[in-house]
């Protein structure tokens, strides 16, 4: 009988202690992103693991729906150097940019890259194989959204 | 000495007048957005008071709209952007300053003719003074500070000191290495002047050409006939200026 209470009392405290904890955990996982955001815009040199995981929550629904995206999305290894070139593709394949044609029939990334330019997405001094930092893609994908979003 | 307090409390009450920290308030949030508490980022969450100087995040996808001051001076905070807020109100004076270190911003200053109005929006690269306006304001590393007039003036001054009083279409454009700003019609500049090559070919017409048959470089209303050399022809050409916007 004791041995009974005991048990009962054990759940009450686990039931607690986890209701107790669960508006914690939630509040921890509404700054995650933030914190996540705010450390990549110290970084150097950002990874393509960093550009996939910004652009899926940057653009959550379009993504889903391209399957060419999902396919340039999954082209390189997450921890391999971003370079602007990469980014270039996703941005001009998912935004279907005005002068992303060539990069279309030629699957080039030079022209993808060419594409966000003369969309003002990215700046013009600049090759495909130049590695990015991470305010430069924080950068970069706030004038991708800006650009879809035609502000 | 009974006169000597009361000169001490009416100066320390004018000082407390003349610096008293507005009210930020959050109106909404949509997503994620926190603002720094201590060491730590605090979720944002509506109708929460936040302390002066308060730096603000948003996450991506997400955005806070921000009242200033009792005035409803607001500001909306749009995705993945960074900012600290520092605003102060007394019943004739607003001052307020906004250090926007990424993302974009959209200030509502409605204009007031009673109250002096000081708003300054500033990024790493330049600053600028709203009075009575609605403002968009991007800042990135490469792409520098960028200001788009929505409704009313708005003065923008760069780190050297030179500056531009934008309106209407006029965009403010400074990158950071460079000690002039954009000519503020650029914009609109690149988006009513094309360059035509030969054959009359644009740019975008000649790079398609060399994708495609000879036959098939005509204009996009269907003459897709070849195009002949050296001929030399007048034509008329309506141009509908409209100045101001």
């Known amino acids: 009988m004791a041995m009974v209470k005991e048990k009962n009392m054990l759940k009450k405290i686990i039931l607690s202690i986890t209701l107790f904890l669960l508006p914690l955990l939630a509040l921890a996982q509404n700054t995650e992103e933030i914190e996540w955001i705010n450390k990549l815009d110290t970084k150097a040199i950002a990874t393509f693991g960093d550009a996939k995981r910004l652009f899926y929550s940057t653009f959550p629904d379009l993504s889903k729906q391209q399957s060419n995206t999902i396919k340039l999305l999954n082209?390189?290894?997450?921890?391999?150097?971003?370079?602007?070139?990469?980014?270039?593709?996703?941005?001009?394949?998912?935004?279907?940019?005005?002068?992303?044609?060539?990069?279309?029939?030629?699957?080039?990334?030079?022209?993808?890259?060419?594409?966000?330019?003369?969309?003002?997405?990215?700046?013009?001094?600049?090759?495909?194989?130049?590695?990015?930092?991470?305010?430069?893609?924080?950068?970069?994908?706030?004038?991708a959204k800006i650009a879809k979003e035609g502000n | 000495m009974k006169h000597f307090f009361v000169v001490i409390f009416l100066s320390g009450s004018l000082l407390c007048a003349s610096n008293s920290f507005a009210e930020i308030t959050v109106i909404k949030v949509q997503g994620t957005a926190a603002y720094r508490d201590?060491?730590?980022?605090?979720?944002?969450?509506?109708?929460?008071?936040?302390?002066?100087?308060?730096?603000?995040?948003?996450?991506?996808?997400?955005?806070?709209?921000?009242?200033?001051n009792s005035l409803n001076h607001t500001v909306k905070i749009e995705p993945l952007s960074m900012l600290q807020i520092y605003s102060q109100e007394t019943t004739n004076k607003t001052n307020t300053h906004i250090g926007l270190k990424r993302g974009q911003i959209t200030a509502n200053v409605p204009k007031n003719e009673s109250v002096k109005t000081i708003f300054k929006v500033s990024t790493p690269v330049a600053t600028s003074s709203v009075r009575g306006t609605e403002e968009r304001i991007t800042y990135g590393e490469k792409t520098g500070m960028i200001v788009e007039v929505l409704r009313g003036s708005i003065e923008a001054t760069n780190r050297f000191g030179r500056s531009n009083v934008i309106s209407?279409?006029?965009?403010?454009?400074?990158?950071?290495?460079?000690?002039?700003?954009?000519?503020?019609?650029?914009?609109?500049?690149?988006?009513?002047?094309?360059?035509?090559?030969?054959?009359?070919?644009?740019?975008?017409?000649?790079?398609?050409?060399?994708?495609?048959?000879?036959?098939?470089?005509?204009?996009?209303?269907?003459?897709?006939?070849?195009?002949f050399e050296n001929i030399s022809k007048n034509a008329t050409v309506t141009i509908n200026l409209q100045w101001p916007w």
């Open chain 1, 75 to 143: 082209q390189y290894k997450d921890d391999a150097p971003l370079k602007r070139g990469m980014i270039a593709a996703i941005i001009a394949r998912e935004l279907n940019l005005k002068g992303s044609l060539f990069y279309m029939l030629t699957g080039l990334e030079r022209y993808a890259c060419r594409a966000c330019i003369a969309e003002g997405i990215m700046s013009a001094n600049s090759s495909e194989n130049d590695l990015i930092s991470g305010p430069e893609l924080l950068d970069i994908m706030i004038q």
């Open chain 2, 168 to 227: 209407g279409k006029q965009k403010f454009m400074q990158i950071s290495n460079s000690a002039n700003s954009r000519n503020i019609l650029s914009t609109v500049r690149s988006i009513s002047i094309v360059s035509v090559n030969g054959h009359g070919l644009t740019s975008e017409e000649t790079a398609t050409s060399q994708y495609s048959e000879e036959d098939q470089t005509g204009s996009p209303d269907g003459d897709t006939g070849t195009l």
């Open chain 2, 38 to 68: 201590g060491n730590k980022w605090s979720p944002l969450k509506e109708k929460m008071k936040l302390p002066e100087g308060v730096k603000i995040s948003t996450g991506a996808n997400s955005y806070a709209i921000v009242s200033l």
